[in-house]
């Protein structure tokens, strides 16, 4: 069994999973692992490092979508190595998925692609944990049949992680009941606070967001009794290559974190 696994998915303390959402280069990125590795100690929390090689469901074709697979982990091999932090990316297709689980400790599908079977197989096969990001056109309990999936490999280290539904144009809505439903399926669940007040392509060829509610929607989300918290954490949002409206300055990160703890502890009193 893995030990991520055991010690921070499947265990009792509130987790966190943060990062930038693409790996922009590689000094900026180790920089922001290495603020994020003091956050850790500091606070005292379970925190793993989530940063994507490429975006492959960018709004536009001129949109960043990364250094790709071959340099993007070598990033996040380097994130792992010098910060200990355990990390974590989105993979798109069958092919990278072996080639990921050779750097990473935990495999991220996209919510898009929640329901591709081959891929889901293939994330299953490696041993490693496979976050599942419900995509937003599913119901919370529509993802027992994917994790079915994994678990037919034998695998049965699953995560489900909620990040709103698509509701009208443009917009998303997330409906806080999915936490415990998906928690009913006998899955930890992670509550995405940042994609979750994304406007997806509402911008200028790209998704826009409402980046003021991150901290309303996290809090919920936890008293709610999701078992992490999923934030996209950038050192200059206004400035990101991707998802920079929804995504939380990391000089707002420690104030937050120490917030849901609090939310997490009081929950967990009654």
Known sequence: MNSLWEDVLAGDELFFIMGPCV???RSTTIDMAYTLGKLRDRCGIP??????????????VDSYRG????????VLDKVKRETGLPVTTDVHNVDEVPVAAEVVDLLQ???FLCRQTDLLLAAGKTGLPVNVKKGQFMAPWDMNNTAR??????NDQIVLTE???TFGYNNLVVDMRSIPIMRSLGYPVVFDATHSVQLPSAGDRASSGERHMIEPLARAGVAAGCSGVFLEVHSDPDTARCDGPNSLALDDVPAVVEMLK???AAVREE
């Open 47 to 60: 925190l793993i490092f989530k940063s994507s090689y490429d975006k492959a469901n960018r709004s536009s």
């Open 23 to 25: 790996i922009e280069d």
């Open 262 to 264: 609090r939310i997490r």
């Open 149 to 154: 999936k994994i678990l037919s490999t034998g």
């Open 109 to 111: 599908i996209p919510a």
């Open 163 to 165: 990040r709103g539904a």
């Open 67 to 74: 250094p790709g697979i071959e340099q993007g982990l070598a």
